[in-house]
C-alpha cells in the first residue's frame, strides 16, 4: 500500500513570497487603519459602464471571443491611440486584449526572453517585472532611477545594456514614484535603443493620470521606440475597474504574432461582456480625457492636507500615489515605520523599498490618493497628529 503523497516542488521562483500589500492590507484591516497602501479605487465606476456590459450579457454575448480580443475593442484602442498619440496600429494584427497589464507584461517577457538573455528594469519598479523574467529564464539586470528625483539615469542604463540584453522595461507615468518621463527623456531612450536589437515593455497604465498640464509621451508617439515596442494599457487603472482585469497591447505586427502563440496558451482569451462593454464606453472620450482633472483634484485636496504635517511630499507628476519623506517625524526604517503608522496613526502606507530587490532605504513611503474624498479626508485627520 501507498500512503497518499505530495511530491516535493523545487520552486520556480524561490525568492516570491507574501506580497507587502498582502500583508499591509491584512494589516489595515487587522487595525480598522485607513488602507492607502494598495492602488484601487474605493468608489465606484460610471454607472454607464456597467450597463453597458449588462446589456452585452443580455444581448447573449456570453461565448468565447475571438483569441486576439473583440474586434470592436480592438478597433476602438487603435483609434484611440491613433488620436492620442499619432500612430496607427491595426487591429486586425497589432492590438490584443489581455487579461489586464500584468498578464500582458508577462506574456510580453514569455514571448521574447530565452534563458540566458537579460532584461533590464528600472527601480523602483512595480513587483512582477523581476519575477516574470526569471520565469522565462532570463537575468534582471536592475538600474536604479536616481534617487532623490527617481528620473532616470540614461548612462546607467547606457551601461546596463549589452549583448545579452532583450529587452527593458519602461513604466511612466511612474509607479510608486509618481515621475512622468519627458518628450526629450523618450528621444533619449529612443537614441540609446536605436542601434540595439534591444525590445521595449513599455508599461503606460496611468496614461491618463498626468497633471498640471504635463503630456503623457507614449512609446506608440516615438517612431523608433513604437517599432520596437509592446505598448501596454489597463481598462481597470482608466475606468476604476481594477477587478475586471482587462487590458490592451499594441505593437508591431511580428511582435504582436509571437506574443499572441504565448497569450493564446496562456489565457487564450478574455472575457466577452466586459469587451463588448468597453468597446461601447470608448465611444465617449470625455471618460478618459477628464481623467487627469477627476485625479489632479484629489491630489491637490490630499497634498494640501499633507502640508499641514512634518511628512515632506515628494513631487506628483502623475499617476494616482503620492510619496512622502518621513525622516522628520521617524528614523525607523521603511517597512517598520509604514507598520508603525498603520497600528499606531491608523493609516496604511507601503515602503517604498518594497519596490527595489535589495530593500533600499530612504525614508520615503508611498500612499494612494485614488479613495474617495471622506477616505482621504479621514486619512489626513489622521496624519495631521504626525
Ligand atoms: C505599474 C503598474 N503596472 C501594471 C499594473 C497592473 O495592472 P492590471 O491591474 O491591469 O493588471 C499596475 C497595478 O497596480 C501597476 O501599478
Same mark, same amino acid.
Given at each position: 500500500?501507498?500512503? +497518499?503523497?505530495? $511530491?516535493?516542488?523545487?520552486?520556480?521562483?524561490?525568492?516570491?513570497?507574501?506580497?507587502?500589500?498582502?500583508?499591509?492590507?491584512?494589516?489595515?484591516?487587522?487595525?480598522?487603519?485607513?488602507?492607502?497602501?494598495?492602488?484601487?479605487?474605493?468608489?465606484?465606476?460610471?454607472?454607464?459602464?456597467?450597463?453597458?456590459?449588462?446589456?452585452?450579457?443580455? %444581448?447573449?454575448?456570453?461565448?468565447?471571443?475571438?483569441?486576439?480580443?473583440?474586434?470592436?475593442?480592438?478597433?476602438?484602442? +487603435?483609434?484611440?491611440?491613433?488620436?492620442?498619440?499619432?500612430?496607427?496600429?491595426?487591429?486586425?494584427? %497589432?492590438?490584443?486584449?489581455?487579461?489586464?497589464?500584468?498578464?500582458?507584461?508577462?506574456? &510580453?517577457?514569455?514571448?521574447?526572453?530565452? $534563458?540566458?538573455? @537579460?532584461?533590464?528594469?528600472?527601480?523602483?519598479?512595480?513587483?512582477?517585472?523581476?519575477?516574470?523574467?526569471?520565469? &522565462?529564464?532570463?537575468?534582471?539586470?536592475?538600474?536604479?532611477?536616481?534617487?532623490?528625483?527617481?528620473?532616470?539615469?540614461? %548612462?546607467?542604463?547606457?551601461?546596463?545594456?549589452?549583448?545579452?540584453?532583450?529587452?527593458?522595461?519602461?513604466?511612466? $507615468?511612474?509607479? $510608486?514614484?509618481?515621475?512622468?518621463?519627458? *518628450?526629450?527623456?523618450?528621444?533619449?531612450?529612443?537614441?540609446?535603443?536605436?542601434?540595439? /536589437?534591444?525590445?521595449?515593455?513599455?508599461?503606460?497604465?496611468?496614461?491618463?493620470?498626468?497633471?498640471?498640464?504635463?503630456?503623457?509621451?507614449?512609446?506608440?508617439?516615438?517612431?523608433?521606440?513604437?517599432? *520596437? +515596442?509592446?505598448?501596454?494599457?489597463?481598462?481597470?487603472?482608466?475606468?476604476?475597474?481594477?477587478?475586471?482585469?482587462?487590458?490592451?497591447?499594441?505593437?508591431?505586427?511580428?511582435?504582436? &504574432?509571437?506574443? *499572441?502563440?504565448?497569450?493564446?496558451?496562456?489565457?487564450?482569451?478574455?472575457?466577452?461582456?466586459?469587451?463588448?462593454?468597453?468597446?461601447? !464606453?470608448?465611444? /465617449?472620450?470625455?471618460?478618459?480625457?477628464?481623467?487627469?482633472?477627476?485625479? #489632479?483634484?484629489?491630489?491637490?485636496?490630499?497634498?494640501?492636507?499633507?502640508?499641514?504635517?512634518?511628512?515632506?511630499?515628494?513631487?506628483? @507628476?502623475?499617476? !494616482? =500615489?503620492?510619496?512622502?519623506?518621513?525622516?522628520?517625524?521617524? /528614523?525607523?526604517?521603511?517597512?517598520?515605520?509604514?507598520?508603525?503608522?498603520?497600528?499606531?496613526?491608523?493609516? +496604511?502606507?507601503?515602503?517604498?523599498?518594497?519596490?527595489?530587490?535589495?530593500?533600499?532605504? #530612504?525614508?520615503?513611503?508611498?500612499?494612494? =490618493?485614488?479613495?474617495?474624498?471622506?477616505?482621504? #479626508?479621514?486619512?489626513?485627520?489622521?496624519?495631521? *497628529?504626525?
Amino acid at each position: 500500500m501507498y500512503q +497518499a503523497r505530495t $511530491p516535493p516542488l523545487a520552486s520556480r521562483l524561490p525568492n516570491v513570497g507574501t506580497t507587502i500589500f498582502t500583508v499591509m492590507s491584512a494589516l489595515a484591516a487587522e487595525c480598522g487603519a485607513v488602507n492607502l497602501g494598495q492602488g484601487f479605487p474605493d468608489f465606484h465606476c460610471d454607472p454607464a459602464l456597467v450597463e453597458h456590459v449588462h446589456a452585452a450579457m443580455q %444581448e447573449g454575448l456570453n461565448q468565447y471571443p475571438p483569441m486576439a480580443g473583440v474586434p470592436a475593442l480592438r478597433q476602438a484602442v +487603435a483609434a484611440k491611440i491613433a488620436a492620442l498619440h499619432g500612430r496607427r496600429y491595426d487591429a486586425d494584427r %497589432e492590438i490584443t486584449i489581455t487579461a489586464g497589464a500584468t498578464q500582458a507584461i508577462l506574456t &510580453a517577457v514569455l514571448c521574447c526572453v530565452h $534563458p540566458g538573455d @537579460e532584461v533590464v528594469v528600472l527601480e523602483p519598479c512595480y513587483d512582477s517585472y523581476a519575477p516574470n523574467v526569471e520565469l &522565462a529564464g532570463g537575468t534582471v539586470v536592475r538600474v536604479p532611477l536616481t534617487p532623490g528625483t527617481f528620473r532616470p539615469d540614461f %548612462e546607467r542604463i547606457a551601461a546596463a545594456l549589452g549583448p545579452r540584453t532583450r529587452a527593458i522595461i519602461v513604466n511612466t $507615468p511612474h509607479n $510608486p514614484a509618481a515621475v512622468v518621463w519627458t *518628450r526629450a527623456e523618450m528621444q533619449r531612450l529612443a537614441e540609446l535603443l536605436a542601434p540595439t /536589437d534591444v525590445l521595449l515593455i513599455a508599461d503606460e497604465v496611468y496614461e491618463h493620470m498626468v497633471f498640471d498640464g504635463g503630456e503623457h509621451v507614449s512609446a506608440a508617439a516615438i517612431p523608433e521606440l513604437a517599432a *520596437r +515596442a509592446f505598448v501596454v494599457s489597463s481598462f481597470g487603472k482608466t475606468f476604476h475597474v481594477t477587478g475586471w482585469k482587462v487590458g490592451s497591447v499594441a505593437a508591431p505586427a511580428a511582435l504582436t &504574432a509571437e506574443f *499572441r502563440k504565448v497569450h493564446q496558451f496562456n489565457v487564450f482569451t478574455v472575457n466577452t461582456p466586459m469587451q463588448h462593454g468597453l468597446a461601447r !464606453y470608448l465611444a /465617449d472620450p470625455a471618460p478618459y480625457l477628464d481623467l487627469a482633472a477627476f485625479y #489632479q483634484r484629489k491630489r491637490d485636496l490630499f497634498r494640501a492636507g499633507l502640508a499641514a504635517s512634518r511628512l515632506r511630499l515628494l513631487p506628483c @507628476e502623475g499617476s !494616482y =500615489f503620492q510619496s512622502v519623506d518621513y525622516s522628520a517625524v521617524s /528614523d525607523l526604517p521603511e517597512a517598520e515605520f509604514c507598520q508603525w503608522l498603520t497600528r499606531e496613526i491608523g493609516v +496604511a502606507a507601503i515602503p517604498m523599498s518594497a519596490f527595489y530587490e535589495g530593500g533600499f532605504e #530612504q525614508h520615503i513611503a508611498r500612499l494612494c =490618493f485614488a479613495k474617495r474624498d471622506e477616505t482621504l #479626508q479621514q486619512a489626513l485627520d489622521r496624519l495631521a *497628529r504626525l
